[in-house]
Every structure is written in structure tokens, then in C-alpha cells.
């Protein structure tokens, strides 16, 4: 230790780094841990967060960290890299320091982006489990999720082939579902585009129900937004009879307990519940729960997760999803409102490689080889693209957590960009750290470690954006100019009627305002870098996430379900038989 | 013990019995495993079964018991019952005894039918883990099928969207695949008829490539297939490169290895390959692995959960699926020919109420009262009902196997009607015990345990129906004659030339007859009960599972994906929010 990663692959580092996983043993004595609290899973245990707060109910809370960005290329820029590396800083300066970082979708993992387990040095493993399924929370979600389509489209079918009184005789009321206003899509986790749109119930009488669908990717499921907001089980299950599956020809509401099938769906779920527990290759803890993609879902690690954590930890680290204007908005003005939870600080990651993409560096293709631009040094390119990352400051500094940005270098980096960076940041009056742990490991984050701690014991004040009380459309508009730097918003004509139905409606009165947006751009448009200046947010349309009381307002042409392109990793990812070891993850 | 199943429900029965199942610490001791044989998980570990074949090599193998049953009502004649009793009756007599059962499906579980967990005191637990995902087998075999899937339709995007020399940058050679000859659907593990038939790829150039498609239900999936015959996870990784996803335009198939997602596939699958450990009620060791529906899969478990079994005990039992022309017929000429392991004994579980159906009594609906005819006294119609199970005995004869008729008992039957049936069965020369281990657990299936260990002793000699140079047609009408009664084959023009190209490529040489035909009759037509006469089975299509090396013939219009029902089990099925106990499954 610290492995070389310029030479080791990242799967390579984890095998590695994986001989010195802790055992279920080892946990148990280091968190310490009651033996029932801690349910063994393989190589990646269960933690049973009732019973650990049960116990734990009056230690003080430890300070709450948590980990942003600025606009990212689609590349990603190393939030949960610096994240884990922060907690191995901490861990070296002998801190009692852990965190809960979100499970990685298959589409990704599957696809151009690779998994989530950060990188180099700063790495979480076992990196097979999390890559590939964990404990099966993303799996018990899907199931839970798609069992609401099933028993939405077969009782479609079975009120369009049976009367009134044949209905009865199995104690079924017809609920009159409108086929063209149905709310709820199917899920899976992969990068499918090709399952965006289909039209499904092709046949004879008992091939279901023909209608339009959808498939979108399955960590945007309101069941994974549900999982990153429950309290426990009873909240759950409550949220999940809630959930709006798709409306009556009267436009009323048909949730997932009319269809009788919301105590179902909790029984496929009733393991999500309780974090995974898994660790830094420097061998800290690091729980996982909820889900990632803060562009199309909350993107958030769960509520649960920040408790538990917060109690067995003096540091507790967390990451939102993307850039400071997504993830971090949602942490803000959603996530910590519901939980009552107030953060210490916020990390802001900024790489010399994003800020010259704001700069106006050439594009940032995945799978492709990247511009020289952007191995070499461009001193005119960093300082140009400056202006995001000061942008993604202030949006933080409004949130009254105090920001500490993170320059998370890359060993093309040149020292004078990196000082450029330091300068241009400290001239905004925020903290800053240049921070290698990609390539050293805690080590490498000692200065990141000291700067966060000590920022950690400045006194804060938290206050949301907007106040609960403010109208769905005000609150838009609040976002829009307040944290992407728009002159308004544009509502379609559907987003509009709709808008102004939940204003009205007492029933949307507590709902939280999710916006779905690309991370790729401050405004909707993933081509515009930098801080775009007059533009409008154009909002098409907007979901119903009645269980988890979101609505989602959609920003531009953004899609639920991402696609896989043409040269995907799975190309590259292969088993040793011998051994049962997966290679090519990266 | 025992439970009274006449006051409670399954799952209630398993609540209780639950308290005391054996930790992993219990397995150890009275297995004598290793302590790195034995994979935590929960509740329900999993066994690395190549560790244990290691060790235990030289051992010989235990007695082989096989259970399969007449022609079911929808409703299931209590197979698994029957398997879990006779382990149970086994273990009351003190011999070591365990066995192999299947993982339910989502789909039955979900629907009408409920789990597969056995009933009443013979039955398995965990309940709730069995019926709910258990280890995660099934859901690594979708997403691995779906994997499958999404490189194909994202394939034909890409190939659709760019020329030759920038599909070269990315290193593919157009495969030029023919979207009106796909084989592969894809799968999710739910009754869900309103995906029998969809449309996918609706919308613009990057929404995938416009096709139709289909899902099946997951255990249907040939990776199902592969796990059962696969020998270790270097068969699955190339049993999974060979997979015919779809073909080109000129009639080649396109292979998982060339559309270079095998090895991820694997990845996802590298865990179902060690069996996962439950109990009986009372104790006994009974593994899950593989899935169930011999009607439109193989419906067997693992050939590798018979090898671990039959090493680690003195009698392993096993079941397949639904009746003896199915899964019995499977194990007979599939199964154990992939082997090699020679069966001693096949248990043929019957039910006066089956019989009774058999001779004519009125249709069995699932959901509904059951009619009167079947809760009481009906000699007639159980003697003209015997014909099926005469005809069941037959085909166990043919195999070189031994029968073992066993009346499983259900508390409506009347002592008059067992009396009969066991009179019928003895005047074919037949071994035969009455059973109620549904009521009384192992105490209940002492003579059944003592009439199976007795034909256990019995030298037979397996044979299988056909020799594997018999070309598909010619087994074919073998299987329908001499299995089903039939008086010959119709094969539909589409089938007889897919029949015909196979039999002359030698590439199918080795190929094993997988049927598709429907549980509910010995004929391909469901209502058709007894043993019909003069009839010819039609043959529509003929799936390639070029993987698992299957041909599968389709009888009838039967399809691989069930439908929901107007009543299915999910309405009943909640969770005790408090305990997190889930109810209703039975």
C-alpha cells in the first residue's frame, strides 16, 4: 500500500486490497457492534439499523460531510473517489470516520461509465458484490416495482373481459383504469433504449391489456426514491400503498393499494431496509444504501443510512449525485428538510479536466481517447472554466453549509494548474485542498482530512432554498434562477395544467420538488458548459411520485432511461473460472 | 410438532418452526462441512459445492430418489409435500437424508398457485426467503438474460446508425442481424401476459432499434436451463457463449460470445452456481437450486445439487417438475443421461382428488370453491381416474427406474377411497404407501420412507427411452407414443423445417429433446384429463437452446409466459411492518 494505479487496473487494486476485507467478526468488534446487529451476506453484511439505533439512541450525532461536484464531463470526476478517499484521510489522522455512499446501477456499470466504487487508492470493495447486484436491493426494487405493472395491466385485462358482477364474485370493484393516463412505467436496471417506448398487450383477450409503455431504468424508481426517504418498514409500506400507478377515467388517482398489491411489493422489499456494509481498501467503513443518478431520481444515499451513521461514527461521509446544481440542490432542499439533519460541510470536487471542458476544451466523448488539451498543460482553459466551479461555491454557500471545495488531482495535472485552481479558489473566500488520493490513498488526502475537519467545527447554519409553503411553480422558478443561473422558467402547456392542479390541491401541499435535469450543463442542454448566461428552463412535463410525495418536474429532453452505446463494458468483462474472480470491472 | 394444518396456515406453521432453524453453526456440526464450505447469507447459506466435491470425491454416492406425480389439477398435487415428507419420514427412521428442490417463481408465488415451499408439516423453511428471492439466484439469471438483450437491440442501433468504418473505431464488424429472426425474448420473473407480445424500439434514432419482441417468465430462460445441466462455473462460461441470441440475414446465429457480453453474463451469474441451503420443519437439509416449470423449461433442479447431495447424504431426494410425461421424462432422458447418475427410486405422488378429476369429475379451478365431488365419498369416479396414474406407472417403468406409488392424503379423503387406490396400484405389481406427512409430518410418512429405503435396495437398471443418434423427429414421435399416449406427431411447416435443418447439421448432434407441453394433460390440449386416445400431437415450433444444447419442441399453443389471474395471491400477501414477518404466502 498505496497500490500503484497508473500500472493496476482498478479490479486489480480490489482483489488485491480484498485479502484484508474485514470479516463479519472483525466488524462486530470494530464498530462495536451487538452480534445480532450485523447480518451476514456473503462478504458484504447486513446492518440491522433498528437495532443499532435502539441502542445508540442518545450518543450525540457525529459531523455530517457531505460530497458534491461541479458539472461534471460524463466522464465523472471523482465524487465517490474523493468521497472515499476523504474517509481513508480521516481514518489515517485516527479519526473514528465512515460513511454510506449509494449502490451502482447496471447501466452504468454495464455500460461506458463503469461502476461506483471510486478508484486508484480511494476505492470501495468487495468491488464484484457492489458492482454487480450487492445484496439485491436494486433487484428486490425492480421485482417490487414491476409486480405494480403486473397487477396494473392484468387488471385491465380482466375489467375489460369480465362484467361488473363477475368481477365481484372475486371481490373486485371495477376501478375504470384510463389506458392513456397511466403514470407508472416498468423498470429494469440496464441502459435499455430500446425498451423506452413499447407498446405492449399484443395478442387475444388473455395476452393483458394493450396499451402504451415504458421501461425506465430501475435506481429512478419511486420505490428507490421511497428506500432513500423511509424512516423504517411501517414508513415504507405506508408510502408504497400511496404510490400513484396510474389515474381513473375521472383522473382520480389508482395507487398500488387499490390494486391490492402494496403489501406484495413491501414483502419483495422488506430487505432494502437495512444498509450493506462494505469498506476503503484502507479498510474503513462504508455502508451502501439507496441509489445513484441524481439527473433522473434523488441520487441520494438514504436518510437511514446518514442516521446510522451518524450514530456509530464521529465523521460521517455522504455524496449526492453529480453536480452541486443537481445532487446537492436535492441533498439541500430535499433530503435534509425530511430527515432534520444539518450537515457540517459540503466537499466540492473540481478536476483541472472539467474545468477546462468549461473552459472550452474540445468534448468529452466516453469510450473514446480524450483530447490532448486535456493532458497537457492549458493554464487559459483552467482559469476560462473557473467560472463553474465559483458558480457551484456560491450555489453552496446560499445553502449555509460550509463549502470546502476539493481540487481532486489526476497525475497529468501540472503543478501550476493545480496552483492556479488554489488561487482562483481561495480569492472566493472558500477552504481549499488539493487532495491525491487516487494515487496515494489516505495518504494523499491528509490535507483534504485536516481542511474538512477543521471546517467541520466552524459553526453553520443551515436554511433551505425555498420555504414548504412556497406554490410548485414559484419554486421552480427559485431553483432555476437561484441555483442554474437561469432568466425563468417555460412551462409546456401539459406542465403546466398540471403545475396548476398540485398548486391547488391540499393533498400536494407537503410534496417536495424533485427536478429531473441532465448534470451535463447547468440549464437542460448537456452541451452548454461553463455558466450559461440567458436562457430559460424549459419544463415539459411533470411525475407524480405520490408514495415518496415528490413531484418531478422534467426539464428538457431528459430520459428515464439512459442508453448503452458502442462500446459498452461489458465487452470487457469476463470470470476466471478457476477462481470465480470478474475481471474488467473499472 | 406436528402443527395442525386444518387451524393453521402455512406461513404460519413456518413462523413457528422458524424458531428453531439450524444456524449456520448447526449445519456445520451435522454436516461435517468445512467452515469455508458454507457461504453466510441471511438465513439461508449457500453451499461451495466445489469445495465439498473435493473433499468428499472418494465417498460413494447415497440412494437416488427421484419425485414426480400423475397429471396435476391446476391446483398441484403436493410434489414438493411429498419430497419434503418422505425426507422428513427418512429422517424419523434416523437415516442421514436430505435432498434438492427447485427455487419458486415469482410468478406463481405472485399469482394463483402461491409458493412451491411444500404444506402443512412438510414443509420448507425459510418460507418467506424461499418464496422472496432466496439467494438471488433467479434475479442474476434475468438480469444476465436481459444483458443478453440489451447488447442486441443497442447492437442493431449501432450497426443501423453508423457505416462500416466508424463501427470499425469501436472494433465491431457488422453482424448484419435479421430483426424478423430473433430467438431470444426477454424475461422477468412474473406472471405477466401483457408482455406475452410487444413492440419495442419506438421513437427516434437513439430509442433502439424497432422490432417485436417478447418476455417469458424468467424461469423459463435458457440460463435456467444451463444452471441445471452445468457441471462447474467453466461450463456455465461457455455454455453461456453459445448461446443463439439471434441470427443474421443470412441464417447464422449471432452468439452472447459475439455480441461480446458471455463473460459479463457470467459475471452476473457467478453466484447461482452453489446451491443454496434450507430445512424441513423438522430439520432435515434440503437444498434450492435451479427452477421450477418442466412444462416450459427443464423443471429439474441442479445436476449439480444431486452430485453435493448424493455425496453429502446416504438418501437425496429430488422432484420434477409437474407429472411423470413432463419432468419426469426430463430427468429420464435429460437429466440423467447429462449426468450419468443412475436413480433408484421414482416416487409417483397421487391424490383422489386428481383421480377423481381424471375419471371425469367437474373442472378444478384455482381460486374457486373446490365442488363437492372431490370433499366427498366417490369410489366411482376414482376408479375410473386410476387410468392416469396406471399410465404414469408404465412410463416409470420403461425408464429401468423404480416406482413407488405414493397416495399423498388429504384429510377430506375417505379411508374407503386410499383402500381403493392402493388396491388398483398393487394389482399392477407396484410398491405403494399412504401418506400424511401433510398432517403429521415425518410420523405421517413412515411407510412411505419405509416402502422408498426398501425399492431402494431393488437392482434396476436405467435406460433411457431413446438413443441419442436418433434424429429429432424420430424421438420425438417416440416420446409422444410411448410417453404420452399419442398416436403420432403433426409437425406445422415452420417446425418441420427448423426439424429438418437440425437433423442434418451435425452441429445439433448432441443436442438434448427438451418438450413444451402443457402439466395439465398427457395431450398438449389442458382440458383433456384420463389418458385420451387417438390423437397426434402437433408440433408448432422449435426453440434452439444452443447453450444449455437443447432442442425444444413446442406442443400446442402453449406459451412461456403465464398470465395473472382476476384473484392472485399478492391481495393477500402484507408485511408485519413491526417484525418484519411477511404473511399470506402459502
Chains 1, 2 share one sequence.
Not at 476485507?21 to 445480532?36: A, C, F, S, V
Not at 455512499?101 to 464484484?128: E, H, V
Request: net charge negative; hydrophobic share 40%; with cysteine.
Amino acid at each position: 500500500m498505496p497500490f500503484d494505479p497508473t500500472k493496476l487496473k482498478d479490479w486489480q487494486i480490489a482483489e488485491e486490497a480484498e485479502k484484508s476485507l474485514p470479516t463479519n467478526e472483525d466488524w462486530i468488534e470494530r464498530l462495536g457492534l451487538e452480534k445480532d446487529e450485523l447480518i451476514p451476506m456473503g462478504r458484504t453484511p447486513k446492518l440491522d439499523f433498528i437495532k443499532i439505533m435502539d441502542r445508540m439512541e442518545n450518543k450525540p450525532d457525529g459531523k455530517f460531510i457531505e460530497v458534491t461536484a461541479i458539472t461534471p464531463t460524463p466522464l465523472g470526476e471523482g465524487k465517490s473517489t474523493t468521497s472515499l478517499g476523504l474517509i481513508e484521510g480521516l481514518g489515517k489522522r485516527g479519526k473514528n470516520v465512515g460513511g454510506c455512499l449509494r449502490q451502482p446501477s447496471g447501466g452504468p456499470t454495464m455500460n461506458i461509465k463503469g461502476t461506483a466504487a471510486g478508484g486508484g487508492n480511494a476505492l470501495l470493495i468487495p468491488m464484484t458484490e457492489f458492482s454487480l447486484g450487492l445484496t439485491g436491493d436494486i433487484n428486490d426494487i425492480t421485482n417490487a416495482h414491476n409486480l405494480a405493472m403486473v397487477a396494473l395491466n392484468a387488471r385491465m385485462q380482466h375489467e375489460r373481459n369480465y362484467d361488473d358482477e363477475t368481477l365481484a364474485t372475486r371481490g373486485l370493484k371495477r376501478l375504470d383504469i384510463d389506458p392513456t393516463n397511466v403514470e407508472m412505467g416498468w423498470v429494469i436496471d440496464f441502459a435499455a433504449q430500446g425498451l423506452r417506448n413499447i407498446i405492449m398487450g399484443i395478442g387475444a383477450q388473455r395476452d393483458g391489456y394493450m396499451m402504451q409503455s415504458r421501461f425506465a431504468i430501475s435506481v429512478s424508481s419511486e420505490l428507490m426514491a421511497i428506500l432513500a426517504v423511509a424512516t423504517d418498514l411501517a414508513d415504507l409500506r405506508k408510502r408504497i400503498g400511496e404510490m400513484t400507478v396510474a389515474y381513473d377515467k375521472k383522473g382520480n388517482p389508482v395507487t398500488a393499494e387499490d390494486l391490492e398489491v402494496a403489501g406484495a411489493m413491501t414483502a419483495w422489499m422488506r430487505n432494502t431496509i437495512n444498509p450493506t456494509l462494505c469498506a476503503t481498501v484502507e479498510g474503513q467503513p462504508v455502508m451502501v444504501h439507496a441509489g445513484p443518478f441524481a439527473n433522473i431520481a434523488i441520487g441520494q444515499s438514504s436518510i437511514i443510512g446518514d442516521r446510522v451513521g451518524l450514530k456509530m461514527f464521529d465523521y460521517h461521509v455522504t455524496e449526492s449525485g453529480f453536480a452541486a446544481d443537481i445532487g446537492f440542490e436535492k441533498f439541500w432542499n430535499v433530503k435534509c428538510r425530511l430527515s432534520g439533519l444539518k450537515p457540517n460541510v459540503s466537499v466540492l470536487v473540481a478536476t483541472v479536466r472539467a474545468l477546462k471542458m468549461h473552459g472550452g476544451g474540445p468534448k468529452v466523448v466516453p469510450g473514446r481517447p480524450i483530447p490532448e488539451e486535456y493532458t497537457t498543460q492549458n493554464l487559459e482553459l483552467v482559469e476560462k472554466g473557473f467560472c463553474n466551479l465559483k458558480h457551484m461555491i456560491e450555489v453552496v454557500k446560499k445553502s449555509g453549509i460550509t463549502p470546502v471545495v476539493c481540487i481532486n488531482s489526476f497525475y497529468t495535472d501540472t503543478e501550476e494548474e493545480v496552483k492556479l485552481v488554489r488561487k482562483l479558489v481561495e480569492e472566493t473566500n472558500t477552504r481549499v485542498a488539493v487532495s491525491e488520493h487516487w494515487l496515494k490513498g489516505g495518504e494523499g488526502a491528509l490535507e483534504l482530512a485536516d481542511v474538512v475537519a477543521e471546517a467541520c467545527e466552524e459553526p453553520n447554519e443551515y436554511k433551505p432554498l425555498y420555504p414548504l409553503d412556497m406554490p410548485l411553480r414559484e419554486r421552480v422558478d427559485a431553483i432555476a434562477r437561484e441555483v442554474y443561473g437561469a432568466d425563468g422558467v417555460d412551462w409546456s402547456p401539459l406542465a403546466e395544467e398540471k403545475a396548476k392542479r398540485f398548486e391547488s390541491d391540499p393533498k400536494f401541499a407537503d410534496f417536495q420538488t424533485m427536478m429531473v435535469k441532465t448534470h451535463l450543463s447547468l440549464t437542460h442542454d448537456p452541451t452548454l458548459k461553463g455558466v450559461p448566461t440567458g436562457w430559460r428552463l424549459p419544463i415539459r412535463d411533470i411525475l407524480v411520485y405520490s408514495g415518496a410525495k415528490f413531484l418531478c418536474p422534467m426539464a428538457g429532453t431528459i430520459s428515464l432511461m439512459p442508453g448503452t452505446g458502442s462500446d459498452p463494458a461489458y465487452r470487457r468483462i469476463d470470470v476466471d473460472t478457476k477462481t470465480g474472480k470478474v475481471s474488467g470491472l473499472f
